[in-house]
């Protein structure tokens, strides 16, 4: 019975915040390979990845994908996608690195501004629903 009420809250929660909450923990992933990246610049034959937002938030959201017909989905069955692809270099390294600070350095910087905007949204989220809860 416990169990199950707290399921329930649970459910309320990712509910009201949306796929946001598990949007704010894919971008802290991306600011992590792009962290390593930046961290293995001067390392030969490191290969610099990045991370396809788009293609690890399917992966998270796949119930929101449904079919009108319990047969239109049959028979695809795609591999999970975690998401993470190597960059390729706009100009080669001859030690076999493909890291380019000036580029890692700006996708940080987008991805920083990314989980901030977020975050911010989540704070706002958040605000409301203790409003609605106290009464305000």
């Known amino acids: ?15 009201a915040l949306g796929v946001h909450a598990q949007a704010l923990g894919l971008r802290s992933n991306r600011m992590e390979v ?8 001067d390392t030969p034959n490191f290969k610099a990845q ?24 049959m028979g695809i069955k795609e591999a999970p996608d975690n998401g993470m692809r190597f960059r390729t270099p706009f100009n080669s390294s001859f030690d076999g690195n ?5 580029v ?11 989980y901030q905007t977020t975050l911010s949204f989540l704070e706002s989220r958040i605000s409301g629903l203790r409003k609605a809860i106290k009464g305000e």
Not at 34 to 41: F, Q, T
């Open 1 to 15: 019975m416990l169990q199950t009420l707290e399921r329930q809250n649970m459910n309320m929660i990712d509910n």
């Open 34 to 41: 792009l962290s390593k990246n930046l961290a293995n610049a």
């Open 50 to 73: 990045d991370v396809d937002f788009k293609a690890m938030l399917k992966e998270l959201k796949t119930e929101y994908v449904t079919a009108t017909h319990e047969k239109h989905f």
């Open 98 to 102: 493909t890291v380019e600070i000036n």
């Open 104 to 114: 890692e350095q700006a996708n940080f910087g987008k991805a920083a501004a990314d």
